[in-house]
């Protein structure tokens, strides 16, 4: 029973976030600054930021350092899961690695933290 919730949680977050890849890959192909700015090299310094945040959010709930990091990871897989998905939709998965999986990336740590304040 536990295993099921786990999955169904696991399976949600990753179609969250593949809404919010998807969301910003359309949002970068209307707006020409995004469509022409190069966000490959700011990705993982933005990932590394992303996770240390994440961690230090949820440090401030639960007492435990590896518990923080290990969801504070699982929450970056979940949105990194997100944009390969959000990539392979809108290419029809014959290219999953382009640019459009970079602004998908971009989109679901943006959008991904905002969520993790409200919650």
Do not use: P, R
């Not at 890849?21 to 949002?27: C, D, R």
């Not at 990705?43 to 945040?53: A, E, P």
């Amino acid at each position: 029973m536990l295993f099921k919730i786990w999955f169904f949680d696991v399976l949600l977050s990753v179609l969250i976030f593949a809404g919010f890849g998807y969301l910003g890959i359309y949002l970068s192909n209307k707006n020409k600054f995004l469509k022409k700015f190069n966000i490959k090299k700011n990705l993982i310094t933005m990932s590394i930021i992303y996770i240390l945040l994440i961690a230090i959010m949820e440090k401030s709930n639960v007492n435990d350092t590896a518990y923080a990091l290990g969801f504070a990871c699982g929450l970056f897989g979940a949105g990194y899961l997100g944009a390969i998905l959000a990539s392979g939709i809108k290419t029809k998965f014959k290219s999953i690695f382009n640019q459009n999986f970079y602004h998908a990336l971009f989109a679901t740590i943006i959008l991904g933290f905002f969520l993790s304040l409200i919650v």
